[in-house]
Nanobody, 118 residues
Framework: QVQLVESRGGSVQAGGSLTLSCEAP????????MGWYRQAPGKQRELVAT???????NYADHVKGRFTISRDNAKNTAYLQMNSLKPEDTAVYYC????????????WGKGTLVTVSS
């Protein structure tokens, strides 16, 4: 059973920055597409960004240009750099590790709260 280890979120003011990390230990990281999702109060969980082993990225429109997803394959860790944060970015952020056809399973982190105040 893979347990994703997310860094702690936090509280920032609008316009501020925050970086989240997610480690996926004991797994062949090269077979995993890493992603971040978020769920705001009263809303459904939504995609934020994904990154493949080759470094290809995909972003939700509402974070393009502000958030950057990356990964360090040597550390089995993915990152989400969040800049120019807005109050509407307030949510619980979840790390996602998609094992694709190799593992046939998707793992989720427990989630970490990010609060952006105006």
């Amino acid at each position: 059973q893979v347990q994703l280890v997310e860094s702690r979120g936090g509280s920032v003011q609008a316009g501020g920055s925050l970086t989240l990390s997610c480690e996926a230990p004991d797994i062949i990281f090269s077979e995993i597409v890493m992603g971040w999702y978020r769920q705001a109060p009263g809303k459904q969980r939504e995609l934020v960004a994904t990154v493949t082993n080759g470094g290809s990225t995909n972003y939700a429109d509402h974070v393009k240009g502000r958030f950057t997803i990356s990964r360090d394959n040597a550390k089995n860790t993915a990152y989400l750099q969040m800049n120019s944060l807005k109050p509407e970015d307030t949510a619980v952020y979840y790390c996602n590790a998609d094992g694709g056809s190799y593992y046939g399973i998707v793992w989720w982190g427990k989630g970490t709260l990010v609060t952006v105040s105006s």
